[in-house]
């Protein structure tokens, strides 16, 4: 297509776009900052998302665990249905529930 060409044709009304090129200028950065900024917004919004069902995970699993050395350790006590765990096993057992709690404890406190 030629000048005159392009020239005829807008003298008609047919005006086309320019086609894209890869060298073509990109906008300038103040038509895409409102872009950048939804961008953004969502990212936050899934990240948030992603912790507060990473979080109610983790506090559930830890409840099921702490409930369950509980049971354990209330099981060897009373020697109910002749259950029976070795004496370093519970060491263990009681060691790791306070490694625990403690851990948990330490995360919560360093949240500001």
Same mark, same amino acid.
């Given at each position: 297509?030629? *000048?005159? *060409?392009? #020239? !005829?044709?807008?003298?008609?009304?047919?005006? !086309?776009?320019?086609?894209?090129?890869? %060298? $073509?200028?990109?906008?300038?950065?103040?038509? &895409? /900052?409102?872009? *950048?900024?939804?961008?953004?917004? +969502?990212? +936050?919004?899934?990240?948030? &998302?992603? &912790?507060?069902?990473? $979080?109610?995970? %983790?506090? !559930? $699993?830890?409840?099921?665990?702490? %409930?369950?050395?509980? =049971?354990?350790?209330?099981? #060897? =006590?009373? #020697?109910?249905?002749?259950?029976?765990?070795?004496?370093?096993?519970?060491?263990?057992?009681?060691?790791?529930?306070?490694? /625990?709690?403690?851990? %948990?404890?330490?995360?919560?406190? &360093? #949240? !500001?």
């Amino acid at each position: 297509m030629t *000048d005159s *060409d392009i #020239q !005829k044709s807008e003298a008609q009304g047919e005006s !086309k776009p320019p086609a894209e090129s890869p %060298l $073509a200028p990109k906008p300038p950065a103040a038509t &895409r /900052q409102p872009l *950048d900024a939804f961008v953004r917004k +969502v990212e +936050v919004r899934s990240n948030v &998302r992603v &912790r507060m069902e990473s $979080a109610a995970f %983790l506090r !559930k $699993a830890f409840g099921f665990s702490l %409930l369950m050395t509980f =049971g354990a350790i209330f099981f #060897q =006590g009373f #020697q109910l249905w002749g259950f029976h765990l070795s004496e370093p096993f519970l060491n263990w057992l009681g060691g790791a529930t306070v490694g /625990q709690v403690g851990g %948990l404890f330490v995360m919560v406190l &360093r #949240q !500001k």
